[in-house]
């Protein structure tokens, strides 16, 4: 039997022809694969009454005609397959499908039609809300830890902001970052990065967590500033968590990556790092390509971790930390000057972006997705803090403190 489906024009059409060829309401409901009672309260809601028509004047007639028809009082409870209904001079009722569907259709435009919040909703939203966007938090952040008041789905609250009830507007939104297609390069492998990529491509990647799905994976990549400086951030993103660190270079060379690691080697156990670092997924910038100081812990001199390039041109392998890079943006959109940017400062950025709430984390911030991952205290060995939802900020405003 078919559930929670409205009925088609088609179903209609067929319902009028049973009634018409005097069908039961039991056989037309077994025709359409619907319940007796939902065929029966579509007759009932939609069936046409028409007044009885008037007798003739006769002399000395007085008395009361009786105009009720006995059909009337029992299934289906209508007129339809009664052959003489045109010249019946008693009341009548009469099921027809294009009235029954277009009945339908103007209840479905117009419950669609208004706003239905009281001023009083209105009002709770607004002020609640109003606070957090000029922060910067998306609407899933908001979606998460405000359901009391946003109890109507995502559609419905844009059309309420485009609508302009609300004091904030579309445009207080944090931005859609869209990415330019990249240019490709026809420049040519030197023969010491080709020895490099043996064995280390994303093909290979691919074979390896194939064999061993269980591992961590870091997508690593750089965010760069404006073209005649030489400041980056480096960024190292978990796929299970959507964890990310942030941390600033100075240049984008091999040393300052090389020199990031170092630090991560020297501030937690070589237990710890091994089992945060197995494997490392990145594209092929030249900073990247000395993988013997990124795989080896220079203190043991044991390799720990796999290293592997995604292809040339194809940021989308290691998409979720190209989506992730949208927060950084969000505060420090494209065209920004990195310089005056200290390490402190991504400490912030990145403690902010881990405490926004995500979907695909079951409303989970990936802060708390990474305590599966790791103990507390080496988040905090690495400047990583939780942020109170109603406290992240994901915009320029961030800056100043």
């Not at 027809?96 to 039609?113: I, L, T």
């Amino acid at each position: 039997m078919t559930k929670y489906c409205h009925l088609s024009y088609e179903d209609r059409k067929n319902i009028e022809d049973g009634l018409n060829d005097n069908k039961s309401i039991n056989q037309i409901a077994k025709e359409l694969n619907r319940s007796h009672s939902s065929i029966l309260r579509e007759i009932d809601r939609n069936k046409v009454y028409f007044e009885p028509k008037q007798y003739g004047t006769y002399k000395n007639n007085n008395y009361d005609r009786d105009l009720s028809c006995q059909r009337l009082s029992k299934s289906p409870y209508v007129c339809n397959g009664y052959k003489s209904r045109s010249g019946c001079r008693k009341e009548r009722y009469t099921y027809y499908a294009r009235k029954a569907d277009d009945s339908y259709n103007e209840v479905k435009r117009n419950s669609r039609k208004g706003i239905n919040l009281t001023e009083e909703e209105v009002y709770i939203i607004n002020s609640t809300l109003t606070p957090l966007i000029k922060k910067g938090q998306t609407i899933n952040h908001l979606y998460i830890n405000h359901p009391d008041i946003l109890d109507f789905s995502k559609p419905t609250f844009y059309n309420y902001i485009n609508s302009g009830i609300f004091d904030f507007k579309p445009l207080d939104f944090p931005r859609i970052v869209k990415y330019k297609k990249r240019k490709n390069s026809n420049k040519r492998r030197t023969r010491k990065e080709r020895e490099i990529l043996i064995n280390r491509k994303y093909e290979d990647f691919i074979n390896f967590i194939s064999i061993n799905p269980d591992l961590n994976i870091v997508e690593m990549d750089t965010v760069c500033g404006l073209q005649d400086e030489a400041d980056c951030f480096l960024t190292l993103f978990w796929r299970k968590s959507k964890f990310m660190l942030i941390f600033k270079l100075e240049s984008q060379t091999t040393d300052e990556v090389t020199r990031i690691f170092n630090i991560l080697q020297t501030s937690i156990s070589y237990d710890e790092y091994k089992k945060l670092f197995q494997v490392i997924l990145t594209d092929n910038g030249h900073e990247f390509f000395d993988v013997d100081n990124i795989e080896c812990v220079q203190t043991t001199g044991e390799y720990v971790t796999h290293l592997f390039f995604c292809d040339p041109h194809m940021s989308c392998q290691k998409g979720g930390i190209e989506k992730n890079h949208e927060f950084i943006r969000y505060i420090l959109p494209k065209g920004s000057s990195f310089r005056n940017i200290t390490q402190e400062k991504c400490d912030l950025f990145m403690n902010n972006i881990n405490s926004l709430c995500r979907d695909s984390l079951n409303g989970k911030s990936p802060y708390e997705a990474m305590l599966f991952i790791c103990d507390e205290a080496i988040l905090r060995i690495l400047n990583c803090y939780y942020i109170k939802p109603d406290e992240v900020i994901l915009n320029d405003s961030l800056l100043k403190y």
